[in-house]
């Protein structure tokens, strides 16, 4: 009730209701059943203070009072108490509940980083691993390529020292050839040169019978036209054999390099 004694809004709400589970009752109309629509009644109306549940119980209750309203009025008192105490409980198991989501959700949340950090990392190592890689078969590629080279410059050396060789056996069997040739000449110029020589020393003794005696010393150009002529075949040789022992010398030369 308000301080001028009229009835509270949710008060007369309450009673309104308790008519109406009254009105709906059917059979005897005892203690019990009135204890038990006041219970039900307060459930379905809030904003009562319990000790104003009370008052209003007990002022629904003296309309049925007996010898036992003492009784009735502690039983009353009993069920308020333990509907009061059944909500606490009920508030302190939902206050552990939303604590209890609060730490999964919490233990959730840090285990979701973790995995995440995880897999970060995992992503991290496996992208050095790949630059690793990268790195390896580009110095393999590399040690490959040079490696080929290598080879080509030592298969070209090769080759060309082949080549040198071939060109400085073919020209040692050609100076060869040349000078067993010149060896097989050699004494049929001979023979043609003795042959020659009675002749011109005919010639010789008739200049000498029509020079004067004066004259009897040979002059410069006597002496000069007396000279023998140099050997033709001698001379090819010389040509011949002097380029040869210059190409030997040059691959002689090429081999002893590095």
């Known amino acids: 009730m308000t301080k001028d004694g009229a009835l509270s809004s949710e008060q007369t709400e309450f009673y309104k209701a308790f008519r ?3 009105n709906a009752f059917e059979g005897d109309l005892l203690v019990d059943n009135i204890e038990q629509m ?19 119980a007990e002022a629904v209750l003296n309309r049925y009072r007996n010898d036992n309203s003492g009784a009735v009025s502690e039983r009353i008192r009993s069920l308020a108490a333990e509907q009061a105490a059944n909500q606490a409980a009920a ?11 609060a730490e999964v959700a919490r233990l959730a949340e840090e285990s979701r980083l973790v995995e995440e950090a995880r897999l970060a990392e995992a992503a991290r190592l496996a992208e050095e691993s790949r630059l690793v890689e990268e790195v390896r078969v580009a110095d ?23 080549e040198q060789e071939r060109l400085a056996e073919e020209a040692r069997l050609a100076a060869e050839t040349l000078l067993a040739e010149e060896a097989d000449e050699e ?13 011109l020393d005919a010639d010789a003794a008739d200049e000498d019978t029509d020079l004067d005696a004066q004259n009897a010393l040979p002059s410069p150009a006597s002496i000069i036209d007396s000279e023998p002529e140099p050997q033709e075949g001698a001379s090819s040789v010389v ?11 040059g691959v002689v030369v090429f081999f002893l390099l590095p």
């Open 187 to 199: 004494p049929g110029l001979d023979a043609d040169a003795a042959d020659e020589e009675p002749d």
């Open 91 to 101: 508030d302190s198991a939902r206050l552990v509940e939303e604590a209890r989501l």
């Open 239 to 249: 040509k011949i054999v002097v380029p040869i022992l210059a190409l030997l010398g």
């Open 20 to 22: 109406e589970k009254m």
């Open 38 to 56: 006041l219970l039900e009644t307060r459930e379905h109306v809030d904003g009562i203070p319990h000790e104003d549940f009370i008052q209003m």
């Open 140 to 162: 393999v590629s590399q040690i490959d390529i040079e490696a080929r080279v290598a080879e080509g410059i030592q298969l070209a050396r090769e080759e060309h020292l082949a």
